[in-house]
């Protein structure tokens, strides 16, 4: 069996037994091969940055050192001189779980550090076509998509692409038209991104996204509707043996684990049934904390009625990803139905189910498709709207705001139609929010119950103080930074923990994630690679790295990316706590401004410059 073929099947989401992947070659020297686009000027080049991948191994560590270098001191994030890091790292292509893709940035939405992550294929793509990164750079003087096909880049006209009502047909001409069919990789946008929606995203084979903080307002900015990504580069390890046993361990946890089976019987949806017993499940934009119409929404619900099949993402045995069919009659005849595979999970289920007051899953799988074909971050997006249906239910909007909207809680048509308007901002309401819900609330007020943090809008979790000060603290703003509701869940339930003992808690969490995102590792994966996995993987590659070399440089990597925010004018001072979350009583009831304030002056003396 040859190499190529086994690596093939690898990036079609297959898992098999070690016997069948010993062939497979790691080479370290690609790893530190970055690849420089300019769509510009049509040009591409490599560069060795051995210095770099040597260090921080690659992922966040290599990206932010990468970001710092190649994004000028306060520069406007769509200007051509913005540039965008994709990123790959050691452990990609070798290991279970190593899959994910690391894109950084400077956020049009925040306009301080970008990153996000995204599973599929790219990740795995980028390894084999020779690179550890893609630095993107410049603007195009018209629409193009990329293929990166090995050594070779080639630069295609999309005019005809761009503009289209939805991102799944360009996507189905750029299929037709690009080699290497079944191991490619294509990351993708949609109208919104065109239109530098400040929360567009970038999608990477359908079911997985680049979903926050902007990444698709700055493809659209570059007149990028496309990345297609591929190679057939082979890799090595020196010690088979060796090879075999950290990666039979790692394999063993991954499918043995009661942890990743909840992520593939019910995956994250398992947490809407939990949240909402606890009170902690946001609805009706924070008003209430439970829902009363939850049930028809958990994960054990949709799954036993509406789940059609899951799919993982590249060398993962896991396949986390849930897709509901979602039926819908042709008007013309009760006989006949279109059925559309749509993703979700609890990010979703919140956003753009309980903060709506939707209860129905079809209402809920429509209005997700909707976000899907214009590629939009369904998190931004549910808040915004759960915002515009409070201000006015408030009476502080009008339907002359809302182009003649109607928005009551839980009407999934208005939510379609407001999409539609933030995506193509056909007024001056519409274009304030295709910007966030601050930069909203700044002009029309609400900024009491505008949920967002940095002018990130809030995640799913209302279980006390941890998860908030960890979305005010953590370097993208987002739950997954620092995972501040487990603090809540498993400490400040039972023991009265100081604010300062919960900053230094999370600080240490995320420090070990920066490590995680370097190599790259699913975080859902966090509780098999712990530090001496991590080092006897890396050891297999040629890396040399124990547990107190892994400590210091994730606390290292955290730092730089606090360097760069403070560079790019974020400060601890200029974070607004909205109102409502002090007003919506929490599961711990230690959720005071008091407790707030003690924890954000501590962070600002443990984190600032």
């Not at 079911?207 to 903080?213: A, D, L, P």
């Not at 590249?314 to 396949?319: E, I, K, R, T």
């Not at 703003?477 to 501040?484: K, T, V, W």
């Amino acid at each position: 069996m040859c190499a190529v073929w086994v690596l093939r099947e690898i990036l079609s989401a297959r898992c098999y037994p070690i016997e069948k992947i010993n062939t497979i070659m790691l080479e370290k020297d690609t790893l530190s091969r970055v690849l420089y686009i300019d769509v510009t000027n049509k040009k591409y080049w490599v560069e060795d940055r051995s210095d770099l991948f040597s260090e921080y191994f690659g992922g966040s560590g290599v990206g932010i050192q990468l970001l710092k270098e190649e994004c000028p001191p306060g520069i406007d994030p769509l200007a051509p001189e913005s540039p965008i890091i994709l990123l790959t790292g050691p452990m990609v292509g070798a290991y279970p779980l190593a899959s994910k893709t690391v894109a950084m940035y400077k956020s049009p939405h925040t306009g301080d550090l970008g990153e996000s992550h995204a599973g599929g294929r790219s990740s795995v793509a980028i390894r084999l076509a020779g690179y550890g990164a893609i630095v993107i750079k410049g603007a195009s003087d018209m629409p193009i998509w990329v293929s990166v096909h090995g050594n070779k880049v080639f630069f295609r006209d999309a005019s005809t692409l761009w503009g289209m009502s939805s991102s799944l047909t360009p996507a189905k001409v750029i299929r037709e038209r690009e080699p290497g069919q079944g191991y490619r990789s294509i990351l993708r946008i949609g109208p919104a991104g065109e239109n530098l929606v400040s929360f567009a995203s970038v999608t990477a084979e359908t079911y997985r996204h680049f979903g926050r903080m902007g990444l698709g307002a700055l493809f659209g900015s570059k007149k990028l509707k496309a990345l297609v990504i591929s190679g057939k580069q082979t890799l090595e390890v020196s010690d088979k043996k060796l090879y075999r046993q950290v990666y039979n361990k790692i394999y063993d946890g991954a499918t043995s684990s009661e942890i990743m089976r909840k992520y593939h019987d019910i995956g994250t949806p398992v947490n809407v049934n939990t949240l909402n017993l606890l009170k902690a499940l946001p609805t009706k934009n924070l008003q209430l904390a439970s829902f009363e119409n939850a049930e028809t929404l958990t994960g054990e619900y949709i799954a036993e009625n509406y789940l059609g099949r899951r799919v993982a993402c590249a060398h993962c045995p896991v396949a986390c990803i849930h897709l509901a069919n979602l039926r819908e009659s042709y008007k013309d005849s009760p006989y006949f139905y279109k059925t559309t595979s749509v993703g979700y999970d609890f990010e979703i289920i919140y956003a753009l189910g309980t903060m709506l007051g939707i209860h129905k899953p079809n209402d809920l799988f429509i209005l997700t498709e909707d976000v899907e074909k214009y590629c939009m971050d369904a998190m931004s997006s549910g808040v915004i709207m759960a915002w515009v249906t409070e201000m006015m239910e408030k009476k502080l909007i009008s339907t002359k705001e809302t182009a003649g909207i109607e928005v009551k809680w839980g009407e999934v048509n208005a939510y379609r139609a407001m999409l539609k308007n933030i995506v193509y901002q056909t007024n001056s309401f519409y274009k304030a929010l295709a910007k966030g819900v601050v930069y909203a609330s700044e002009q029309y007020g609400g900024k009491e119950f505008a949920l967002a943090y940095n002018k990130n809008e809030m995640p799913g979790y209302h279980t006390g103080p941890a998860a908030h000060i960890g979305y005010i603290i953590g370097a993208r703003h987002s739950h997954l930074c620092n995972a501040g509701y487990s603090v809540d869940q498993t400490k400040l339930m039972d023991n009265d923990l100081s604010p300062e003992k919960v900053i230094d808690l999370l600080i240490e969490e995320e420090s070990y994630r920066q490590i995680l995102s370097s190599m790259v590792v699913c975080f859902f994966a966090r509780g098999i690679y712990n530090y001496d996995t991590l080092s006897q993987g890396l050891s297999v590659l040629g890396f040399d790295a124990d547990k107190k070399k892994l400590i210091d440089i994730g606390k290292k990597i955290h730092r730089e990316k606090y360097a760069f925010k403070f560079r790019e004018g974020f400060s601890f001072d200029n974070i607004p706590l909205p109102a409502r979350i002090f007003e919506t009583p929490d599961p711990t009831g230690k959720l005071t401004k008091d407790y707030m304030r003690k924890a954000i002056a501590y962070a600002k003396k443990v984190l600032g410059p």
